[in-house]
């Protein structure tokens, strides 16, 4: 059975009934969803919670996360939730593209061609992310304003900091100045997180002269400000003791920053760093060349017609270069 609500598809599989406290909460969640994708975001469990938790309406515990969940997946097997609002940002089908005809092709790069929007700028800049649950997020910003980005995943690895370190130096021997924008939980490891990041970048022979870090968040100001649920730091850290000196013994998660917030905040940071003028010239350069492909994909049935004599005339000059390659 299919129920549909406002246009969004919710589909049921079991039969159970909700009343009171229960069904009041799933409406909740549900007025949660359609305000994040009414600015186009979906959400993930651990976001749903941290709104429920900031909106006073349970309690910020582990009880109340596993309650929560066990919720929410009823709620959406009985067809109450919208099975799309809801993602999992870390578990993703991987699979080619695959087209019909050479004319999807061409459709489909006149409609996603860019250049690099950074082109011929004097600064270049990367955004990481500590956890894979909130590339959603950043990621989306990112693509708008055509930055880099990627989830460290907690203490990046050895090898992609040494990967990122030669990416950066390239970067910097062509003239350009790196900017990093690092954004983490507010606790004991994810504070350390960013130092550790500068540490080993310099181990690795980054610049110092040409390179700038900067933590977007969470920080402490960011916390009295927008005010996200607490949680007790974890004793068994080995940077308890050193973080509890200095903040106490709560820390807090990126997660229940609202997704505008964080969006915002890399935003006010990247495009500063873009000088217009030139921006506007690779725009003016891409929107010229996406008329020239759309042109070729308009005109492919007309190149289709006649492609044996196309391929007449290339096959020879191939053969050609091929040979004198070869003797070279």
Request: charged share 30%; hydrophobic share 35%; net charge neutral.
């Amino acid at each position: 059975m299919v129920v549909e609500e406002n246009f969004m598809p919710k589909i049921a599989y079991i039969e159970k009934r909700f009343i009171g406290k229960s069904l009041a909460l799933i409406n909740k969640i549900n007025s949660v969803i359609t305000d994040y994708e009414a600015q186009g975001y979906k959400l993930t469990l651990r976001q749903v919670y941290y709104q429920m938790v900031a909106r006073n309406i349970i309690e910020n515990n582990l009880k109340s996360y596993n309650n929560l969940g066990n919720l929410i997946n009823d709620a959406r097997l009985m067809g109450l939730i919208d099975w799309n609002s809801i993602e999992d940002r870390t578990r993703n089908l991987q699979c080619n593209l695959h087209f019909e005809n050479p004319q999807e092709r061409l459709d489909m790069s006149a409609r996603n061609y860019m250049r690099d929007h950074w082109e011929g700028q004097s600064n270049y800049c990367e955004v990481w992310v500590e956890k894979d649950a909130l590339i959603g997020v950043v990621g989306r910003i990112c693509q708008q304003l055509d930055v880099p980005y990627f989830s460290c995943r907690g203490y990046t690895s050895q090898s992609e900091m040494w990967v990122a370190s030669q990416r950066l130096i390239d970067r910097q021997e062509y003239g350009q100045y790196v900017s990093i924008f690092h954004l983490g939980d507010h606790d004991p490891s994810g504070k350390d997180m960013s130092r550790d990041i500068v540490d080993r970048l310099m181990r690795f022979e980054v610049s110092d002269s040409f390179f700038e870090f900067k933590r977007l968040a969470l920080n402490y100001d960011q916390v009295e400000a927008y005010k996200p649920p607490p949680n007790p730091a974890k004793m068994t850290d080995t940077r308890f003791e050193n973080y509890v000196a200095e903040f106490g013994e709560e820390c807090w998660e990126l997660d229940a920053l609202e997704p505008k917030i964080i969006s915002n905040l890399i935003a006010n940071n990247v495009l500063p760093l873009r000088n217009e003028t030139v921006y506007e010239s690779v725009l003016k350069k891409e929107a010229h060349e996406i008329k020239r492909l759309q042109a070729l994909a308009q005109h492919y049935g007309s190149l289709d017609k006649n492609w044996k004599k196309v391929i007449e005339t290339i096959e020879p000059k191939k053969k050609k270069q091929e040979k004198k390659h070869g003797k070279a």
